[in-house]
């Protein structure tokens, strides 16, 4: 089991207010630690380099890098295989998380962000960099619409955590029925949903809280007794019988290893 | 216990095609059955009548009145309580679900609709026509949103249907954060959020059956080990752990007074 740390936004963390999400960033990290700004997900990668470069100096950070890679040749190049190996944290921005695994996977990039992150180190994510995280992704589904088994299509991911599958943008985009479908095809699987400006940050891939503004959604297939899952009918709606779903808030926890929330109150108590 | 059938419908049900929800409504009273439109939620109430009426005579219903009220005196006219005392199935349109219990509560109209529903007639409606059925009624609260104990505003609903609360047009508007913010304020009331084109038919307030081309979403507060309902912190968001949610399609059914879900498959294997 690793040391390190896992920050996983649902995308549009708050950059002009609070940034607390942000700021757990850095505070993780300090502000003499080496952090890596990874756009590969993005088509507009350079301007969302500087933005967050821009975002993570003002807010302390010293030492910042924008790790881009636009064809997969440059996973292999040592000026920015170096980068990785020095570095105490990875940031993985928005955009398509296809992008990410398909560029990076089983690169030295790839096994020197897992190196990194064995060692101790932190890898954080939004949007598409949250998605990413998982053994296996959700690439795409249904928004504002319940799922169809046709609907839901999954891929291998990066690897940091495993056993759950996670989605961002999660109540602004409608999503429970894609993460739904996801979890049901093989309730192995832990369903996380994050909302905008919130994070789950992962600690040794034990247990994770909430920070920020929206709720984390949890959704456990363990108990399911019924599922009508199947490739003989496609368009058919996804049934499902007893999922057992937690909402989660600022503070909350949640023991992934037990799979049970804990409240801070109750935790206090 | 009522005699009756409920056709709760979750919007927009298909027009055009199969109408397979307004050919149950039809079956239900037969083709000489007497169906009145009550068109009281709509702020388009001539409009919305002659929709409805064109539609039920294409599909043979013979004996089809409209049922406007625009002021609460017109609930009290002889004519109209006449009109609903032959009626063999009410029909609620969409519109203000405030409208109708505002409008029609505690009326010879609304007396009149509880007799029948009591000697074995239908009552149907879509959106907010459906959303008005049981005692208790989600007025308003987030979409595409997780809920904070100030957004979910809830109000006497025509009650007749207990211990349940209803949400329409459910996927297509990410409504499951307000769903869940309503049965966590009471779990004694158990959550439908259903589909566009999709309904439940309840008969005898005992059981259900999904019909359509969407999802209903059950979501059982019983099992809710805890939630940070209060009214201390109106704008943080609402946790809750231990909710139990089922996702049905059509055909599948539901146990409304053991509090479980039943499918086509298993209920004839």
């Keep these: 089991m690793s ?23 850095v505070n993780t990290i300090k502000k003499d630690g080496r952090l890596v700004i990874a756009t590969v997900a993005s088509t507009k990668a350079q301007e969302v380099g500087t933005e967050y470069t821009a975002l993570f100096k003002e807010l302390g950070v010293k030492n910042v890098a924008v790790l881009n890679i636009e064809i997969r040749e440059e996973a292999f190049d040592e000026a920015r295989v170096k980068l990785i190996d020095e570095a105490d944290a990875v940031f993985f921005t928005g955009g398509d998380q296809l992008r990410i695994t398909s560029q990076v996977g089983d690169t030295p990039i790839y096994r020197g962000m897992h190196a990194l ?66 979890v ?5 699987n832990l369903g996380i949903g994050i909302d905008e400006d919130t994070a789950i940050v992962v600690e040794q891939g034990k247990r994770f ?8 959604y949890v959704l456990d297939g363990s108990t ?10 496609p368009e058919g709606i996804l049934s499902a019988f ?8 600022d503070g909350d926890q ?9 409240t801070t109150e109750v935790s206090t108590a």
Tied chains: 1, 2.
């Design 3 to 25: 040391k390190g740390k896992l920050i996983i936004i649902g995308g549009h963390e708050d950059k002009v207010g609070d940034e607390t999400i942000l700021k757990e960033v």
């Design 117 to 182: 992150y064995k060692r101790g180190g932190l890898i954080a994510g939004t949007s598409a960099g949250a998605a990413v995280m998982p053994h296996t992704m959700l690439i795409s589904g249904p928004s504002d619409e319940s799922s169809r088994m046709s609907a839901i299509e999954m891929a291998p991911g990066f690897a940091f955590i495993e056993n759950v599958v996670i989605d961002s943008h999660f109540a602004e985009r409608g999503r429970m029925g894609r993460l739904i479908g996801a």
């Design 184 to 188: 049901i095809q093989n309730p192995a």
């Design 209 to 216: 809280r909430v920070i920020g503004s929206g709720a984390v």
């Design 224 to 233: 399911l007794t019924y599922s009508s899952v199947s490739e003989e009918q």
């Design 242 to 249: 007893d999922l057992r779903l937690h909402v989660l808030g």
């Design 254 to 262: 949640y023991n992934l290893l037990e799979r049970h929330p804990l």
